[in-house]
């Protein structure tokens, strides 16, 4: 789904980049001392004319230590996530590396929980990512530098654990910040009339789905092989190698079709229904939900969490469901151009999406939760479906295929189309609710700053004394 993303002048660029700085590239107020570089500084000769120094400790945060070869670890890190490190200098990379120590350091003063599952399945997520951009392992391990695997898996589990406790400081940190609508007004009134942001051209988008049917007999084809593999894993096979092998779910099909839930896990209920009536090594019969069909072995209970593995198999659409289907949605949008019904109308009582069908096929944007998309932030996807249609036009039956292959027709119509304008307090508030809510995250960050300098010990290397941080980093 396409995220929305708000076009701003200067006093909104102001926010963006200090938001920027403060999450990436910056430094923050912090009281410290400078360490002396011959403690920690070896240079060793290479020619009589070249000098190089021996990697060593160039900062300290409590009992966190930032290496030099640190700042080239994190553009590395960076660089492997897809990110652009043109413009970010080892400066502004040695004060994201000390933000991060203190984050960390001071969610361990915290007591704040990060256990090792909750990092080992968040590193399982980045090693697929990795691995699929990259095309294997042993190709993620030397573009690590790594001897091998498992010196790869320590080393970037450790980053992995210190990001988390970076993050979950962090969200302590802005979750605990309220805004109430006088602090938005003010906000607003504060703007001058010439920084005012200007939001882009929005849609307002809904649509029709329908899904070709599946026959009994290709369920029941599905149902069959689940109980062949139920029964093959009880007789000793391996239950995560048949999820790799056989599995239909591309996200966590490498992974052996491991999960880790509790009961407050956003998954569908059917699923979760049957997760939480096992008993720990038992295995499901097959069951149904929207994704297709399921079993599941429960590895481990702890408590509320459930460690468990799936597979997930999908019945196949045979052509004559698809040519129905593709009928059914011809048909419903003739309907809506002859007038016998309204878009609204026809989607309550004709499509199959549940999401989108009591609102008259609105679609909802995730990231702000009401109707309005920007045009030149959606998803490709959406916005090649879109941005050549005119308010009221109904778009020809197009097809969409999901990751798993799982097929279905839709019409799609813009209901309302928001040229681009100057923020207007009464017509953008939740927007500028949006951006003044961030201001007051970002002071309510450097006032925990200031405040956690003052307890915490920390050493900077001479050498890098002359950076120009963001912040006062060096105390000067």
């Given at each position: 789904m396409p995220l929305k993303k708000i076009q701003m002048k200067s006093i909104n660029n102001k926010i963006a980049l200090t938001f920027f700085l403060l999450l990436f590239s910056s430094g923050i107020v912090i009281a410290q001392e400078i360490i002396k570089e011959k403690a920690v500084d070896t240079i060793k000769k290479i020619n009589p004319n070249q000098k190089q120094k021996i990697d060593g400790v160039i900062a300290k945060v409590g009992d966190y230590i930032i290496l030099d070869s640190d700042i080239d670890k994190a553009y590395l890190e960076i660089s492997s996530q897809g990110n652009s490190i043109k413009d970010i200098t080892r400066c502004q990379m040695l004060g994201k590396l000390l933000e991060d120590k203190l984050y960390a350091h001071q969610a361990i003063q915290d007591s704040l929980k990060v256990t090792d599952a909750e990092v080992k399945s968040l590193m399982q997520d980045r090693l697929n990512y990795m691995v699929e951009q990259i095309g294997s392992m042993d190709k993620v391990v030397k573009y690590y530098k790594k001897n091998s695997e498992e010196e790869f898996r320590t080393y970037f589990f450790d980053i992995l654990k210190e990001q988390k406790l970076t993050s979950e400081m962090q969200k302590k940190i802005v979750d605990a910040v309220e805004i109430t609508p006088e602090e938005v007004r003010n906000f607003f009134k504060k703007i001058p009339t010439a920084e005012l942001p200007v939001f882009g051209v929005e849609l307002e988008v809904a649509q029709i789905v329908v899904t070709p049917k599946v026959s009994d007999?290709?369920?029941?084809?599905?149902?069959?092989?689940l109980n062949e593999f139920k029964k093959e894993i009880l007789a000793g096979s391996s239950f995560a190698t048949k999820a790799v092998l056989y599995s239909q779910d591309p996200g966590m099909r490498a992974n052996g079709g491991f999960y880790?839930?509790?009961?407050?896990?956003?998954?569908?209920?059917?699923?979760?229904?049957?997760?939480?009536?096992?008993?720990?090594?038992e295995i499901s019969a097959p069951f149904e939900t929207d994704f297709g069909f399921h079993i599941i072995y429960v590895e481990k209970i702890k408590g509320q969490e459930v460690e468990l593995r799936h597979i997930l198999l999908t019945p196949t659409v045979t052509e004559e469901s698809l040519n129905e289907a593709k009928?059914?949605?011809?048909?419903i949008r003739k309907r809506i151009e002859d007038k016998e019904v309204t878009f609204a109308e026809a989607a309550r009582s004709s499509s199959d999406e549940k999401e989108t069908k009591a609102n008259g096929g609105a679609l909802i944007n995730p990231k702000?939760?009401?109707?309005?998309f920007e045009l030149t932030k959606m998803d490709p996807s959406l916005y090649s479906q879109v941005s050549n249609l005119k308010t009221g036009v109904i778009s020809l039956p197009l097809m969409d295929e999901d990751q798993s292959g799982k097929k279905k027709f839709k019409i799609i119509t813009v209901t309302n189309r928001i040229e681009a304008h100057t923020a207007d307090y009464a017509?953008?508030?939740t927007k500028i609710k949006d951006l003044a809510l961030k201001d007051k995250q970002i002071k309510a960050i450097g006032k925990w700053f200031d405040e956690k300098i003052k307890e915490t010990y920390i050493k900077i290397i001479a050498e890098y004394r002359d950076c120009v941080f963001t912040n006062n980093w060096l105390k000067k």
């Open positions: 007999a290709e369920k029941q084809k599905v149902i069959d092989k880790k839930m509790n009961r407050k896990t956003p998954f569908v209920k059917e699923f979760k229904d049957v997760a939480f009536s096992l008993a720990e090594g009928e059914k949605i011809t048909l702000t939760q009401d109707t309005r017509k953008d508030y």
